[in-house]
């Protein structure tokens, strides 16, 4: 009986278990490694978004002499003091604030230059699992005399 035991071929029980638990770990790593760079480009591409539409908006407002002519421009809509847009964007609303500034020049500092700043932000909408800050660019433009 004794040699018939120590004959015995294959795995034990607790060999099965170290198995199945060592492969678990391995496989939860490599698991864990795939959400990561999933949630990652998930991020990369909502802030990718944001930098597009910024610079699309800052495309249309290069061509006018103050932002408030964005108010009768597609979507965009006067509140308060900026102008903004809710619908046109899937995720995003755009918000365009506009101050004047003067600027005096470095090699002329008895030249005074006069500028609008035009600030942009792109946020995301509320509910859509996008917690990121909002993208914010700024603008100058010249003021026409």
């Given at each position: 009986?004794?040699?018939?035991?120590?004959?015995?071929?294959?795995?034990?029980?607790?060999?099965l278990l170290a198995a199945i638990a060592l492969l678990g770990i391995v496989l939860f790593?490599?698991?864990?490694?795939?959400?990561?760079?999933?949630?990652?480009s998930a991020h990369n591409q909502e802030t990718l978004t944001a930098v597009q539409i910024?610079?699309?908006?800052?495309?249309?407002?290069?061509?006018?002499?103050?932002?408030?002519?964005?108010?009768?421009?597609?979507?965009?809509?006067?509140?308060?003091?900026?102008?903004?847009?809710?619908?046109?964007?899937?995720?995003?609303?755009?918000?365009?604030?506009?101050?004047?500034?003067?600027?005096?020049?470095?090699?002329?500092?008895?030249?005074?230059?006069?500028?609008?700043?035009?600030?942009?932000?792109?946020?995301?909408?509320?509910g859509f699992g996008i917690n990121e800050p909002e993208f914010k660019t700024e603008m100058?433009?010249?003021?026409?005399?």
């Amino acid at each position: 009986m004794k040699n018939f035991l120590n004959k015995e071929k294959g795995m034990t029980l607790v060999e099965l278990l170290a198995a199945i638990a060592l492969l678990g770990i391995v496989l939860f790593t490599f698991m864990s490694i795939f959400t990561q760079s999933a949630k990652f480009s998930a991020h990369n591409q909502e802030t990718l978004t944001a930098v597009q539409i910024a610079e699309q908006i800052v495309s249309d407002v290069r061509d006018l002499e103050t932002i408030l002519t964005l108010n009768n421009v597609d979507n965009y809509k006067k509140v308060g003091g900026f102008i903004e847009d809710k619908d046109t964007y899937d995720h995003f609303i755009v918000k365009v604030t506009e101050e004047e500034i003067q600027v005096t020049r470095p090699d002329s500092p008895a030249t005074i230059l006069k500028l609008k700043k035009a600030k942009i932000s792109v946020k995301a909408k509320p509910g859509f699992g996008i917690n990121e800050p909002e993208f914010k660019t700024e603008m100058y433009l010249k003021v026409q005399p």
